[in-house]
């Protein structure tokens, strides 16, 4: 009778022990490695109040530097700002533009703010914004 018991509780343990958890949360260590050469990012995507006003950004680049500065401009226009990545539990990107008042491009306000990451790779980023009006997909542009 105990080998009845003793039995599924060993596999119980050994799958629970043997499983890995898949962590989707950025630290400041691996979101290092995703910034570690110059890149330019294009924002594929962008919803803003269930508008889909991708449109606005199609001629848009971010570059993001390894020294946490980033770049936005397009074919005509560029600024400067700031990103960093939150802690690991609040897995966030957050976007500062340098004199956002000045911006001249008005699309690239939506830009700035802490950005909650839904999802991630090495050339993709999903992002929501904190009061979930917004929802950015950049990508990674070739080189």
Not at 28 to 57: C, H, M, P, R
Not at 98 to 109: C, L, M, Q
Request: with cysteine; aromatic share 10%.
């Amino acid at each position: 009778m105990k080998k009845i018991f003793l039995l599924p509780a060993v596999v119980i343990c050994l799958l629970l022990l043997s499983c890995k958890k898949d962590s989707n949360t950025l630290t400041q260590t691996n979101a290092s490695a995703l910034f570690n050469t110059e890149a330019n990012w294009a924002v594929t995507n962008f919803i803003k109040n269930g508008n889909d006003v991708t449109g606005s950004y199609s001629t848009s680049k971010i570059l993001f530097s390894p020294d946490n500065t980033l770049a936005v401009s397009n074919d005509a226009l560029a600024i400067t700002g700031s990103w960093a990545f939150g802690s690991a539990t609040e897995n966030t990107l957050n976007l500062l533009l340098n004199n956002p008042d000045a911006i001249v491009y008005e699309p690239w306000k939506d830009l700035q703010g802490d950005w909650k990451i839904s999802a991630y790779t090495t050339t993709t980023f999903n992002l929501q914004s904190n009061d979930n009006s917004k929802s950015m997909h950049l990508e990674k542009l070739p080189r």
